[in-house]
T-cell receptor
Framework: AQSVTQLDSHVSVSEGTPVLLRCNYSSSYSPSLFWYVQHPNKGLQLLLKYTSAATLVKGINGFEAEFKKSETSFHLTKPSAHMSDAAEYFCVVSSMIKAAGNKLTFGGGTRVLVKP | DGGITQSPKYLFRKEGQNVTLSCEQNLNHDAMYWYRQDPGQGLRLIYYSQIVNDFQKGDIAEGYSVSREKKESFPLTVTSAQKNPTAFYLC?????????????FGEGSRLTVL
């Protein structure tokens, strides 16, 4: 079984300040983890992914995430928020195990508001 | 460019009508997925397919049907049995090779029932 919990449904930051989006997961297998961003009325775009290589993962647009197995977390950060970062963000866990049905599980999403 | 194409982007339907949403990918991906997105509810899986001529129900398959006759195509039909079809529909695909597995998404189709 696997699950994903995004701990904040809404996050509000000021432009130029750090952003932290929290994600905890559970998985019976060694998981792959992803962060996606969605702007209004658009599809989801991959920000970054963890697939059992380096635990600190750098993504696009200045985002990065750290995989912490002991804490079962995969939090997303950015040092300095930009107005264009206002969007919804989804944490996703995947087990690439055929026996597990190659299952994907989405978190509930975190909506980010950036104040000028 | 490689990617996923969904059409139409906007669709209006009268109650009692079936509608079909198109999803085509040229990424040579094995698996394809349909998700429904409602405000404040994240993404919910409708159907998925991991191989041609085979597909499985997701969490909210009632009132929907799919086919996978070609690797590139995975159309979704919203039938009149779907009680509340107004939503944003997202199609996605991915390779099932090891060490990959990220989903690639289309731009979505917004269905409104009048």
């Amino acid at each position: 079984a696997q699950s994903v919990t995004q701990l904040d449904s809404h996050v509000s930051v000021s432009e130029g300040t750090p952003v932290l989006l929290r994600c905890n997961y559970s998985s019976s297998y060694s998981p792959s983890l992803f962060w996606y961003v969605q702007h209004p009325n658009k599809g989801l775009q991959l920000l970054l992914k963890y697939t059992s290589a380096a635990t600190l993962v750098k993504g696009i647009n200045g985002f990065e995430a750290e995989f912490k197995k002991s804490e079962t977390s995969f939090h997303l950060t950015k040092p300095s928020a930009h107005m264009s970062d206002a969007a919804e963000y989804f944490c996703v866990v995947s087990s690439m195990i055929k026996a597990a049905g190659n299952k994907l599980t989405f978190g509930g999403g975190t909506r980010v508001l950036v104040k000028p | 460019d490689g990617g996923i194409t969904q059409s139409p982007k906007y669709l209006f339907r009268k109650e009692g009508q079936n509608v079909t949403l198109s999803c085509e990918q040229n990424l040579n991906h094995d698996a394809m997925y349909w998700y429904r997105q409602d405000p404040g509810q994240g993404l919910r899986l409708i159907y998925y397919s991991q191989i041609v001529n085979d597909f499985q129900k997701g969490d909210i398959a009632e009132g929907y049907s799919v086919s996978r006759e070609k690797k590139e195509s995975f159309p979704l039909t919203v039938t009149s049995a779907q009680k509340n079809p107004t939503a944003f529909y997202l199609c996605a695909s991915r390779s099932l090779s090891p060490n990959t597995g990220e989903l690639f998404f289309g731009e979505g189709s917004r269905l409104t029932v009048l």
